[in-house]
């Protein structure tokens, strides 16, 4: 690709000094619309469960539509400030409007009420404990992303929330030549997941994060039954895989598998999907392929029982405290779910272990995927729990149990979260993070264009 093609698709850089709440993303929003009464309007596509509206940008007149959503994920804040910048773009670019050929609608913040309970990391520092101690995602079943209807096998799944329902609706009322999911990792290098690709695609996005000096994430994807169509680009996360293979491992299904995911649900209209990920943290290591002296097997073996250890320490501190709760919050709600979810990746883990593909030598990216995952089961889950208990405490409710656990977890959290701030990291610039999406974003953009 050329340098001129990469700047076209890069376009201005963005301009933000730190990630927004959900209040400053609207606010933002509605003075884009103000300032462009004739490119750009606003409405109201539904309501959160806590009542909070649900926004959507309509920028644009062309003959296809595309929809972009951020806050899929609330840990994930990235994707807001990306849909921010395109809606930024397209209202002061009528030429670049009428160039794409798209109708856009683009929502800042899909999941408020997630969003909400992330901002106190919002602001930084940029630590890995700190990001953890205050993070927050939802159980699997309340995730707007994968809260869609599902009829496989014995899943069968009808509790969509009120957002995925709005998103529903939309999806239905402008049938999209193109969606973007926009979502971020945590640590490591950028990937995509995408309906198909062709090879001058995967050239763009695969060069768009060198451009910002970011690696790729080219080791093993989120899990092993996703289909990889090139190194850092995949296909889209289907539950029936999930369900398959949880299923031909001896895991019960069921415990893996919620709803099904927008992109499932934009199929029926053949939709053009894509999620991009990109991370706080990047680490050279996630592009390396440089063999280690350890076999991949140990490594998940490793892995396997290190991620039982903190789904053991949940679950112990759950059970205890099962009569003692008197509030079932989100984050309850989110560690009950993910607890068990836990000693599932960790049995997953150990069977893998035994497989004889995997008797070979590991390379350097699959032991820094490890390692972020164990660190990730670490600060994210028993963090939230923490939270739970930080709420009985402050509203309380001090029963010895639930004081004597709140220790517990919060020595160990600590001696975790030192390890993890001990290895000297440097957030990425966040206008670089943004400037991968929104670069990804155009260039599928123009791929379903034609």
């Given amino acids: 690709m050329s340098n ?29 619309a103000a300032a462009h009464p004739d490119a750009v309007a606003v409405r109201e596509i ?47 670019d009528g030429a670049l409007r009428a ?8 929502i800042p913040c899909i999941d408020p009420d997630g969003t909400r309970l992330n901002e106190a990391w919002f602001t930084g520092p940029m630590s890995r404990s700190h990001y953890g101690r205050n993070f927050y995602r939802p159980a699997g079943d309340e995730q707007v992303e994968w809260s869609f209807p599902l009829s496989y096998k014995k899943a069968v799944f009808t509790r969509a929330m009120p957002e995925t329902r709005a998103l529903m609706h939309l999806i239905d009322k402008v049938t999209p030549a193109f969606m973007a999911s926009l979502h971020n990792g945590e640590y490591g290098g950028v990937f995509y997941y995408v309906s198909h690709t062709t090879p001058a695609l995967t050239e763009q996005l695969t060069q768009i994060p060198a451009a910002f000096g970011l690696p790729l994430e080219t080791g093993e994807g989120e899990a ?5 169509f090139a190194p850092a680009i995949f296909g889209c996360i289907r539950a029936e895989d999930a369900y398959d293979f949880a299923e031909s491992h001896g895991m019960d299904p069921l415990a893996h598998v919620s709803g ?13 999907y894509l999620a991009s990920e990109v991370p706080y943290w990047a680490d050279p290591d996630a592009d390396d392929h440089t063999p280690i002296d350890q076999s991949y097997a140990d490594l998940l073996r490793a892995r396997g029982a290190e991620i039982g250890e903190v789904a053991q320490l949940i679950q112990e501190v759950l059970d205890e405290l099962s009569g003692d709760f008197s509030v079932a919050s989100p984050f309850l709600r989110a560690t009950r779910a993910f607890a068990p979810h836990l000693s599932g990746l960790a049995a997953q883990n150990a069977t ?63 001696g975790w979260a030192a390890d993890a701030d001990a290895v000297p990291v440097m957030p990425i610039p966040i206008n670089d993070l943004v400037g991968v999406q929104y670069a990804a974003v155009i260039a599928c953009a123009r791929h379903v264009g034609g």
């Fill in 46 to 92: 539904g309501r959160s469960r806590l009542g909070d509206p649900l926004w959507s940008m309509t920028i644009g007149n062309g003959p296809r539509h595309a929809l972009v959503f951020g806050g899929v994920h609330p840990n994930e804040p990235v994707g807001g400030l990306t849909a921010l910048h395109l809606a930024q773009t397209l209202a002061d």
């Fill in 352 to 414: 893998r272990a035994a497989a004889p593909e995997n008797q070979r030598p590991a390379v350097v990216c699959e032991r820094m995927s490890g390692i972020a995952t164990v660190e990730a089961a670490r600060l994210r889950y028993a963090g939230m729990l923490l939270r739970a208990l930080d709420g009985e405490i402050a509203i309380g409710n001090r029963t010895p149990g639930i004081r004597r656990q709140h220790a517990r977890l919060r020595e160990r959290y600590q």
């Fill in 4 to 32: 001129r093609s990469m700047a076209e698709l890069i376009g201005e850089p963005a301009n933000f000094t730190t990630f927004l709440g959900v209040d400053a993303l609207v606010d933002r929003m509605h003075r884009i």
């Fill in 224 to 228: 092993p039954f996703i289909e990889r």
């Fill in 99 to 106: 160039d794409l050929g798209y109708t856009w609608h683009i």
């Fill in 260 to 272: 099904a995911s927008s992109a499932a649900y934009a199929e029926r209209y053949g939709t053009f």
